[in-house]
């Protein structure tokens, strides 16, 4: 069973952020040195940076299968054994750990004896559902 990831304000907002700060470097970069070759490239690592973020959006899903979670993005793949998955729950303040999420607020999943991942499905209540089914001693 696959699951979308979240999508919300936290990516627009940075994008335009990167927008201004560009500008306002591009613009310092015109009038004191008046050459716009600076101005292609500062638009060329934008662009490059809007295509990392748009292949992030449109590559970072979960899949629940009969043996694992898989948390994909990107091309890259983090696998979680369900019998290691001991506790999901929401996250609470700033989250500082492994991430595959495109959301600001997701969920912290507890693995193994230390380890953490968040993640954000879409629909945060079925994933809940389908993971409890599939994990006998998980705590929610």
């Given at each position: 069973?696959?699951?979308?990831s979240k999508r919300d304000w936290t990516?627009?907002?940075?994008?335009?952020?990167?927008?201004?700060?560009?500008g306002l470097v591009g613009s310092i970069m015109y009038y004191s040195e008046g050459n716009t070759d600076?101005?292609?490239y500062l638009f060329l690592v934008w662009l490059a940076m809007g295509l990392l973020f748009y292949l992030l959006l449109k590559t970072t899903y979960y899949t629940l299968n009969e043996k694992e979670l898989i948390c994909h993005t990107?091309?890259?793949?983090?696998?979680?054994?369900?019998?290691?998955?001991?506790?999901?729950a929401p996250q609470k303040g700033i989250y500082v750990g492994l991430k595959i999420n495109t959301s600001w607020k997701g969920l912290v999943i507890t693995y193994d004896k230390w380890s953490e991942i968040l993640i954000s499905p879409a629909?945060?209540?079925k994933?809940?559902?389908?993971?409890?089914?599939?994990?006998?001693?998980?705590?929610v």
């Open positions: 069973m696959q699951f979308a990516f627009p907002i940075i994008w335009v952020f990167i927008l201004c700060v560009y600076g101005l292609f990107m091309g890259f793949k983090k696998r979680i054994q369900f019998e290691q998955i001991r506790k999901i629909d945060e209540e994933f809940i559902a389908e993971l409890n089914l599939r994990c006998p001693n998980l705590v």
